[in-house]
């Protein structure tokens, strides 16, 4: 898959790990950093991924700060963006098959490496399931829709 990655200072330890990690399961990986540790907002990257959802140049984001609430945050206020802060895989899988989720957002001051891979792979391999979840969605993007 298209994978967009960023992250703040705060989740920057943890993107890093999760680039490499992307790449050697054979995604297409696109940082858009930060580039270190050093104090940087973490809206700008929110925005830089979750636009390049948006846009359809990717087909998936990881976003990282402190907790992940910031990012999912930010990345929800771009059109077509469904994020989700997620601290436990089952919750990832969840929000793809029922919220067609295409941003992962993660607390890189909470988890460790093992446990954000076991996270980002249980959503980059689940699918939207539709059906009854398919109208909700719709719901979704028409809050969007002046
Ligand atoms: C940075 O200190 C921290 O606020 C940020 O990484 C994030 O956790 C915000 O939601």
């Known amino acids: 898959m298209r994978v967009h990655i960023g992250s703040d200072h705060a989740g920057f330890a943890l993107k890093e790990r999760m680039r490499a990690h992307l790449v050697s399961t054979g ?3 696109t940082d858009v950093g930060a580039d270190s540790e050093a104090s940087v907002d973490y809206p700008v990257f929110a925005k830089a991924v979750a636009v390049a959802v948006s846009r359809g140049e990717a ?3 990881v976003l990282v700060c402190g907790t992940g609430i910031g990012m ?3 990345a929800n206020k771009v059109s077509g963006v469904r994020a989700v802060q997620a601290s ?3 919750f990832a899988r969840l929000a793809r098959r029922h919220n067609d989720a295409n941003v992962v ?3 890189g001051r909470f988890i ?6 076991a996270i980002v792979d249980a959503f980059l391999g689940e699918s939207f ?5 398919a109208g909700r969605v719709e719901q979704i993007s028409a809050l969007e829709r002046p």
């Open 59 to 61: 087909d998936a984001g």
């Open 72 to 74: 999912a945050i930010a």
């Open 112 to 117: 460790d490496a093992e446990a954000a891979a």
């Open 129 to 133: 399931e539709g059906g009854r979840h």
């Open 88 to 90: 436990d895989p089952e």
């Open 105 to 107: 957002t993660l607390a």
């Open 27 to 29: 995604h297409d990986v």
